[in-house]
């Protein structure tokens, strides 16, 4: 999916509640209390479906009323099934998938973020309010929660792959484990963030002096690091960036085209004159190339990392396999739900 906020799986339609006493009802859903559903709820799952597709860059998906009812129906099942069953989700719990989601978005756009800039992107890609985003994870939580709770079973019947399941896997897939260009960078650099022209031409003025120091041999490239950086994660070890890899585009888009470009037409231990990004002013010395190659099984996914592509290819069948037991497990769940519940269809 092409949205940075990857990393939770919805395993169904959340059902909105609005102030809609004009619409229809389409179904009555009473497992320890009464709900209903309206014609409209059900229209604006389906429009809220697609935007987020949408919004995502995903084609629409014909998705019919019939099967929005059937999960909004079941996602009301599963919440007060849970209610019921005391199954709770506490605020360690909560956050916990916060921070592993704020994580998953740092090594996407390979820097720190504020909490305050998650919630910017969670807005912008979910298209929620904060408080609404996590209402719903909340209430995503407790229903996978609940399911595994109640199908125990069929998660700790989960095999690993064996490793002639993995070679095979691979062997069907060599192609596409293909390492891209990648360059190593270190970094003296000084943010223009928020800065107006005044003072962008008198930060512009210290890092050319900075240059002039480092060309007459005055000052070593580590200590203008140390002194001159304002990127406090990486100044005391040297400016190293880590390595970057040609075809990150979200860190193209960061940066800037011309930045970008010019940083892979760098030669090794080349110190480049002051350039400017979309972020600041850097001057940086390229520390390692690696050419494209084909991976093999026990190479490393990326350089720097000690994935495997044979770990990766791993935890990738088991989490296979973890979806299909998902998958096992709601249906049992829902049919046995609805079969204690009072469900009127209109």
Excluded: C
Excluded at 82 to 95: C, F, I, N, P, Y
Aim: hydrophobic share 35%; proline share 2%.
């Amino acid at each position: 999916m092409k949205r940075i906020l990857s990393i939770f799986i919805f395993i169904i339609a959340s059902t909105a509640v609005y102030s809609d006493v004009l619409s229809e009802t389409v179904a009555t859903v009473n497992l320890i209390k009464p709900e209903m559903i309206t014609s409209t709820q059900v229209q604006q799952e389906i429009d809220a479906y697609n935007k987020q597709l949408a919004m995502n860059g995903l084609p629409q998906q014909k998705i019919s009323k019939k099967d929005m009812l059937e999960n909004m129906i079941s996602s009301i099942l599963l919440l007060q099934a849970a209610e019921r069953d005391g199954v709770k989700v506490s605020g360690a719990d909560l956050q916990k998938v916060i921070d592993a989601q704020m994580k998953s978005v740092e090594t996407q756009v390979r820097r720190k973020i504020t909490l305050e800039q998650f919630k910017g992107i969670v807005q912008k890609q979910t298209d929620m309010s904060w408080d609404e985003y996590l209402k719903n994870l909340k209430e995503q939580i407790i229903k996978q929660t609940y399911v595994t709770q109640k199908k125990k079973d069929i998660f700790t019947s989960i095999k690993p792959p064996t490793e002639k399941e993995i070679e095979r896997r691979y062997q069907d897939n060599a192609t596409k484990f293909v390492s891209p260009e990648y360059i190593r960078a270190s970094m003296i650099f000084i943010s223009t963030l928020n800065k107006n022209s005044q003072e962008k031409t008198a930060l512009k003025q210290k890092i050319d002096e900075v240059y002039k120091k480092l060309k007459n041999g005055e000052i070593s490239f580590d200590d203008a690091v140390l002194n001159y950086s304002t990127d406090e994660t990486v100044k005391y070890k040297g400016g190293d960036i880590g390595y970057i890899r040609r075809d990150d585009k979200n860190l193209r888009a960061s940066l800037g085209d011309s930045f970008f470009n010019k940083l892979f037409e760098l030669k090794v231990n080349e110190i480049s004159p002051v350039l400017s990004s979309n972020t600041g002013y850097h001057i940086v010395k390229i520390t390692e190339k690696r050419a494209p190659k084909v991976l093999a099984l026990n190479d490393s996914v990326n350089p720097g990392n000690s994935l495997t592509v044979h770990d990766f290819l791993k935890t990738g069948i088991y989490q296979e396999r973890e979806q299909e037991a998902l998958k096992k497990a709601l249906a049992e769940v829902i049919k046995e739900l609805k079969s204690e519940a009072e469900i009127t269809i209109f």
